[in-house]
């Protein structure tokens, strides 16, 4: 009986030896030392034995039994920790591979050229206003002195969406909606950036939608010499301190008088050259002393108030001061052409 103890406990060590599945191993837990195992099975004889001998047997059976558990549990130990080996193998990640770079955002060349000029007026005391983009006929042309009619009103095909409702055409209907919120009541400093929009077919120069500035300064004793220094501030800014302005007589309904301001060309300095068409001077912006007219309908004693406007146009500056060769880059989302403007 004995020697049969140790037979079943050396096959059982030697199965376990060389187990090397955890699932074999539990099923070889549950074969030897099992209810229905060998051990289990050698001891129903017991029975049978005197006392001593029935000591004898308990003692070597409870000693198989430990020596076979104390084996498994070993080999499952060392399973285990081959397990979790293999799976740190398999799922290892290499910190050390360099990365495959992110695709960063920056701010659109457009924008950039409109905070910047939003920086230098915000410098200079101004407030920035917004209006809306669908816009009434009321502000968008009558308050701005273009009563129904009037022949100007074509220098600015219009999107309308009803009769008296269209896309605003330029920046200049925020003018007349900040007057109106004054009260009649200056100082008024305000610049207006938005989008705005005409019946524009598009080409290299032209963009049924685009950008403008609006600037409005209305206090008492303005004159037109706050709108040259105010504009040459601007100029130098934004193309360099040894840039000149000009005025040339021009016409706005909503301004009088009223002027397009040039600054002297890039390129040559003012000599002359093919990109300012031998003028030594490129146009940048509408000017002009606010129209009284203008001034009286938002409200405004024209005779104590007066004040200048200024509209700028986004995409002219950001073509001049980054020598682009057509407007259509801003708005076809190019990232060849973006890219080239990442800050
Ligand atoms: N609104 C004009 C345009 O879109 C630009 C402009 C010119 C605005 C003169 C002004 C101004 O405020 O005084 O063509």
Redesign the pocket.
């Known amino acids: 009986m004995l020697e049969q103890l140790k037979l079943i406990k050396q096959n059982a060590i030697n199965e376990v030896e060389t187990c090397n599945d955890i699932k074999e191993l539990i099923e070889l837990r549950v074969k030897y030392l099992g209810k229905k195992g060998p051990i289990q099975e050698a001891m129903k004889s017991m029975k049978d034995l005197d006392i001593e001998e029935r000591k004898a047997l308990g003692l070597v059976s409870n000693e198989v039994k430990d020596a076979i558990s104390v084996a498994i549990d070993a080999k499952q130990g060392s399973l285990e920790a081959l397990e979790v080996e293999k799976k740190l193998q398999s799922e290892f990640i290499d910190v050390s591979l360099p990365a495959r770079g992110q695709n960063h955002g920056h701010t659109h060349l457009l924008n950039q050229v409109v905070e910047e000029i939003e920086d230098l007026f915000i410098g200079m005391g101004y407030d920035i206003a917004e209006g809306p983009e669908v816009e009434y006929d009321h502000y968008n042309f009558e308050m ?1 002195n273009l009563p129904k009619g009037h022949p100007a009103r074509d ?2 095909d219009s999107f309308y969406i009803t009769e008296e409702l269209l896309l605003r ?4 209907p925020v ?1 007349a909606r900040t007057m109106l919120k004054h009260e009649g009541k200056g100082p008024v400093k305000i610049i207006c950036p938005g989008k ?1 929009y005409r019946r524009d077919d598009d080409d290299a120069t032209h963009s049924h939608q685009f950008m ?1 500035i ?3 300064v209305i206090g008492e004793n303005i004159t037109m010499s706050d709108l040259k220094g105010t504009l040459d501030v601007f100029a130098k800014k934004l193309f360099g301190e040894n840039r000149e302005i000009r005025f040339r007589p ?1 016409f ?1 309904p ?2 009088e008088p ?1 002027v397009e301001v040039d600054v002297t060309c890039a390129k040559c300095k003012g000599e002359g050259c093919p990109m300012c068409k031998d003028s030594g001077y490129i146009e940048i ?4 002393m ?1 129209h009284p007219n203008v001034l009286k309908m938002a409200g405004f004693d024209h005779n104590k108030y007066q004040g ?4 700028i ?1 986004a995409e002219r500056i950001a073509i001049l001061k980054y020598g682009i060769d057509d407007i259509r880059q801003f708005y076809t989302n190019d990232m060849r052409f973006n890219k080239q403007f990442s800050k």
Do not use: K, Y
């Not at 200048?308 to 509209?311: I, L, R, S, V, Y």
């Open positions: 701005l220098m600015q055409t330029h920046t200049s003018q705005v403008q609006e600037g409005l021009s706005f909503f301004t009223s912006l509408g000017a002009g606010v200048f406007a200024f509209g146009g």
